[in-house]
Every structure is written in structure tokens, then in C-alpha cells.
């Protein structure tokens, strides 16, 4: 994923170019009083307001007819506490920038999702993760948040001040207000070994509790029409540091897994019947791999082939049966799938609406090349998804509404009643979350 949302003529698109928006307005506060006069504004105008980051989500979450919030001024680091272990930044600094300041002063995040293009305040509100046996998502390592909300009262939050707000609003959704600042815990510098290496679909479903057991960060990719998978393993590592090459990280990351994997999606878009045999090819061309370096150089890697998304988080038990229907289902239908699957984990955290609220969860992600017809996937992998009780991403195609996701989520009336007294009047409201939340 490298470039970012589009605005032109008063229209705005998302990454994936699944959702367009016609704002009345975009505003562009550069400070916490301009953001709080912005909503003051749209309330006396009686219009919606949403904040947008970079646009990575794939639903309609930040689209608005009214005030569009566009947070890039609102950047960087406010407060480095090294007593505390926490680095405070403002609401629109991108997470790239974020990871890349902190590695100067010797500090890093725990864990990291797998691209870095979002703002802070975009990924966390959505629960982008990463994959970790012990470590959870971007947002589950928030110890503190301000908020501006719907009156314009700028909010502090955290475990001991407003804390019925801090543990909804970590991952928002941008309903309860617009996150103006975001804290989170850091730890010194440290090393991750990265070791990827081709491995047979049902040896790593077979093995797949020994393989979370034993890796402090396990996830693999299988290739739909084949037995094929790839695996990555990240553990923290006394080093040295031994990176990918310059000449290897172009071939490998650049050539092969843009450049190539472009071009395959091209031939299959324009030639589904060549989709299984692409990927035969694509799954053979894998080879194991071992590097050491800093984390956010481990965790991300560059996306710019664009495609749409499904992911959906079930019960980490349930993770082998849903990929075994998975399967099933793709070699019984007439369906061509050139994007492999992509499969993490988290542990149980403690966020209102957290896909991984009060359970521990195997994420299982689907994907469909731009342009290439993707709802008969999609709707075939979510009837298997929602029949393991999973829960949908809040920033990737899904069908669920209120109804369905309150019998999912054990904590749902309290997110809502909470909407209910910060925004009665539903300034941040929008249609999908009008879906997702109720009226």
C-alpha cells in the first residue's frame, strides 16, 4: 500500500477505490482549537462531521456528505516520556513517520501491522493488528487518548481518567468523536530474526498450535488452487543485525512480490482460467529466507499491488476448520483466486469492540485483485467466517449490521449506550455506521 486516499473536484476515494464521498466541506485544523471550532462549526451548521486518514479502509467508515476532517497537519511527536516509557503524537502523524522517529531515539513499538502507510489515529480506530502470540493490536498498546467530542469538550483518557471512554474509544471507529492525540506504551530498540520458509498447507494446520506456541510472531500466506503456503516466524533476537540486502530486498520484495505479482494479476484478470497455474507458479517460486533487523523493518513490508479486502477474526481454535472450508469451498466453486489468503493471531485484549474483545483470535484475510469481480468470494468466505461466530474488521468488506454484531461482541450495548451520551445527536454519523452501530 503506498500511495495514500484521493481528493479531487470535492470528491474524495480510499486507497482501494471502493468508496467515494462528496463532502459539503474538508477542513484541515492544525491544532486541537481548530479542531474543536471545525466541529463547533458543523454542529451549527447541522452537518456531519468524519475524520479521514490516509483512506486504507476498504468500507465507507470515514466517508461523509458533510464536514471531512483531514487531520495531515496535526503530525508528530507532542511528549517523549522515558520515566514512563510512552511517546504521545498527534492524531494524523503516519505510523511510517511514527516508527521511524522512534527508532532514532532508540525506542520502538511492541508490534506492528503489516504496512505502515495509515495515520496513528486511522489505524488504531479501526483495530489494525499485526500478529503476535502475546502482543495485540496497535491499540491495545494505547495507555492514553484525547478526544475531541460532539459538544467540542476536549476528552482525556485513560485506565484511571474517563475510563468507560478509553476502553471503547482505543478503537472508535470515529463514533464517539475525533481522536486529537494518541499515547502509547514504547520499550527500547530491539531486534526481530524474520525466518519465512514454503510449507505444506496441512503440515501448518496439522502443526499450527505448536507454531503459535513456539513463535513470539507466527503468520502464513496460502495460495488458493494450491497445498502451498508461505510462513513467516519473528523472534526477538540478540542479533546481529543482518538485513536484507539492498540488491536481495529489490529483487525479492520489490520485483517479485509487486512488480511480478502485478503483472500475474494483469494475466488473471484478463485470463481467470490462468489463475491456478499462476499460482502453482508463484507458490514454487517461494524460497526460505532468514534476516535480522530493527521491527518495523520486520513486521511491514511494501504493498503496492492494489486489491480490496475481507478479514475476519475467529476463535483461534477454529482457525484450522475455517481454512479447511475455505479451501473446500474455492476447489468446489468456479471461482479464480490470484491473491493468496493471509492468516495472524492476537491474544485476548480488553477494548469494547476489539475483534479480539475477550477472546483469543486467528484472523483470516481474503483478497481480490482492483478490478477483478470480488462478491462471490467475499460472500461465500463470510458465510464460512460468520458460521465460526467471527468477527468482521471494522475497515474491510463486510455485510454484518447491528443485529449481528451485538450477538458477537459480549460488550456491544455498552459501546452504544456510551455513543448515546457522548453523541445524541449523531454529529459522527455516517451510513455505515449507522449499519455497523444503529441508529
Given at each position: 500500500m503506498?500511495?495514500?486516499?484521493?481528493?479531487?473536484?470535492?470528491?474524495?476515494r480510499?486507497?482501494?477505490g471502493?468508496?467515494?464521498?462528496h463532502?459539503?466541506?474538508?477542513?484541515?485544523?492544525?491544532?486541537?482549537?481548530?479542531?474543536?471550532?471545525?466541529?463547533?462549526?458543523?454542529?451549527?451548521?447541522?452537518?456531519?462531521v468524519?475524520?479521514?486518514?490516509?483512506g486504507h479502509?476498504?468500507?465507507?467508515?470515514a466517508?461523509?456528505?458533510?464536514v471531512?476532517v483531514?487531520?495531515h497537519?496535526?503530525?508528530?511527536i507532542r511528549?517523549?516520556?522515558r520515566?514512563?516509557?510512552?511517546?504521545?503524537v498527534?492524531?494524523?502523524?503516519?505510523?511510517?513517520?511514527?516508527?521511524a522517529?522512534?527508532?532514532?531515539?532508540?525506542?520502538?513499538?511492541?508490534?506492528?501491522?503489516d504496512?505502515?502507510?495509515?495515520?496513528?489515529s486511522?489505524?488504531?480506530?479501526?483495530?489494525?493488528?499485526?500478529?503476535?502470540?502475546e502482543?495485540?493490536?496497535i491499540?491495545?498498546?494505547?495507555?492514553?487518548?484525547?478526544l475531541?467530542?460532539?459538544?467540542?469538550?476536549?476528552l482525556?483518557?485513560?485506565?484511571?481518567?474517563?475510563?468507560?471512554?478509553?476502553?471503547?474509544?482505543?478503537?472508535?471507529?470515529?463514533?464517539?468523536g475525533?481522536?486529537?492525540?494518541?499515547?502509547?506504551?514504547?520499550?527500547?530498540?530491539?531486534?526481530l530474526?524474520?525466518?519465512?520458509?514454503?510449507?505444506?498447507?496441512?503440515?501448518?494446520?496439522?502443526?499450527?498450535?505448536?507454531?503459535w506456541a513456539?513463535?513470539?510472531?507466527f503468520?502464513?500466506?496460502?495460495?488458493?488452487?494450491?497445498l502451498?503456503?508461505?510462513?513467516?516466524?519473528?523472534n526477538?533476537?540478540a542479533?546481529?543485525?543482518?538485513?536484507v540486502?539492498?540488491?536481495a530486498?529489490?529483487?525479492?520484495?520489490?520485483?517479485?512480490?509487486?512488480g511480478?505479482?502485478?503483472?500475474?494479476?494483469?494475466i488473471?484478470?484478463a485470463?481467470?482460467?490462468?489463475?491456478?497455474?499462476?499460482?502453482?507458479?508463484?507458490?514454487?517460486?517461494?524460497s526460505?529466507?532468514?534476516?535480522?533487523?530493527?521491527?518495523?523493518?520486520v513486521?511491514t513490508?511494501?504493498?503496492?499491488?492494489r486489491?480490496?479486502?475481507?478479514?475476519?477474526?475467529?476463535?483461534r481454535?477454529?482457525?484450522?476448520d475455517?481454512?479447511?472450508?475455505?479451501?473446500?469451498?474455492?476447489?468446489?466453486?468456479?471461482?479464480?483466486?490470484?491473491?493468496?489468503?493471509?492468516?495472524r493471531t492476537?491474544?485476548?485484549?480488553?477494548?469494547?469492540?476489539?475483534?479480539?474483545?475477550g477472546?483469543?483470535t486467528?484472523?483470516?484475510?481474503?483478497?481480490?485483485f482492483?478490478?477483478t469481480?470480488?462478491?462471490?468470494?467475499f460472500?461465500?468466505?463470510?458465510r464460512?467466517f460468520?458460521a465460526?461466530e467471527?468477527r468482521?474488521?471494522?475497515g474491510?468488506v463486510?455485510?454484518?449490521?447491528?443485529g449481528?454484531?451485538?450477538?458477537?461482541?459480549?460488550?456491544f450495548?455498552?459501546?452504544?449506550?456510551l455513543?448515546?451520551?457522548?453523541?445524541?445527536?449523531?454529529?459522527?454519523?455516517?451510513?455505515?455506521?449507522?449499519?455497523v452501530?444503529?441508529?
Amino acid at each position: 500500500m503506498g500511495s495514500t486516499a484521493s481528493a479531487k473536484n470535492g470528491t474524495w476515494r480510499n486507497w482501494g477505490g471502493t468508496v467515494t464521498a462528496h463532502p459539503a466541506r474538508e477542513v484541515a485544523p492544525a491544532s486541537v482549537d481548530e479542531l474543536v471550532a471545525a466541529v463547533r462549526r458543523a454542529a451549527e451548521d447541522g452537518l456531519p462531521v468524519k475524520a479521514v486518514g490516509t483512506g486504507h479502509s476498504f468500507t465507507s467508515i470515514a466517508a461523509t456528505d458533510g464536514v471531512l476532517v483531514r487531520p495531515h497537519l496535526l503530525t508528530g511527536i507532542r511528549r517523549l516520556d522515558r520515566a514512563a516509557m510512552t511517546v504521545t503524537v498527534e492524531a494524523g502523524t503516519p505510523l511510517k513517520r511514527l516508527n521511524a522517529a522512534l527508532a532514532r531515539e532508540g525506542l520502538s513499538l511492541t508490534n506492528m501491522g503489516d504496512i505502515m502507510e495509515q495515520t496513528v489515529s486511522g489505524a488504531t480506530s479501526t483495530g489494525t493488528h499485526g500478529t503476535g502470540r502475546e502482543s495485540a493490536s496497535i491499540a491495545a498498546q494505547i495507555r492514553g487518548l484525547e478526544l475531541v467530542t460532539a459538544d467540542g469538550s476536549v476528552l482525556t483518557c485513560s485506565a484511571t481518567e474517563n475510563p468507560d471512554v478509553f476502553a471503547a474509544a482505543r478503537i472508535g471507529l470515529g463514533a464517539l468523536g475525533i481522536v486529537s492525540a494518541l499515547t502509547f506504551a514504547v520499550e527500547p530498540l530491539f531486534l526481530l530474526t524474520a525466518r519465512e520458509e514454503p510449507m505444506p498447507l496441512d503440515r501448518v494446520l496439522a502443526e499450527f498450535d505448536e507454531l503459535w506456541a513456539e513463535n513470539e510472531h507466527f503468520e502464513f500466506y496460502w495460495f488458493p488452487h494450491t497445498l502451498s503456503t508461505n510462513t513467516k516466524r519473528n523472534n526477538r533476537s540478540a542479533g546481529p543485525e543482518q538485513p536484507v540486502g539492498q540488491l536481495a530486498g529489490w529483487f525479492e520484495d520489490e520485483l517479485l512480490s509487486n512488480g511480478v505479482f502485478q503483472v500475474a494479476n494483469w494475466i488473471g484478470r484478463a485470463a481467470p482460467a490462468a489463475i491456478p497455474t499462476l499460482a502453482q507458479v508463484s507458490s514454487r517460486a517461494l524460497s526460505a529466507r532468514t534476516y535480522t533487523d530493527i521491527p518495523y523493518r520486520v513486521f511491514t513490508s511494501p504493498r503496492r499491488v492494489r486489491f480490496v479486502e475481507m478479514e475476519y477474526g475467529v476463535p483461534r481454535e477454529a482457525l484450522a476448520d475455517t481454512l479447511r472450508e475455505l479451501r473446500t469451498m474455492v476447489e468446489r466453486s468456479d471461482l479464480r483466486v490470484s491473491f493468496p489468503v493471509e492468516v495472524r493471531t492476537a491474544p485476548a485484549d480488553d477494548i469494547t469492540l476489539s475483534t479480539a474483545s475477550g477472546r483469543d483470535t486467528a484472523y483470516v484475510a481474503v483478497h481480490m485483485f482492483k478490478g477483478t469481480p470480488y462478491q462471490r468470494y467475499f460472500t461465500a468466505a463470510e458465510r464460512i467466517f460468520t458460521a465460526h461466530e467471527g468477527r468482521p474488521h471494522w475497515g474491510k468488506v463486510h455485510t454484518r449490521d447491528a443485529g449481528q454484531l451485538a450477538e458477537v461482541y459480549p460488550r456491544f450495548a455498552e459501546f452504544t449506550a456510551l455513543r448515546d451520551r457522548l453523541d445524541p445527536e449523531r454529529r459522527f454519523r455516517n451510513d455505515y455506521l449507522r449499519r455497523v452501530l444503529g441508529s
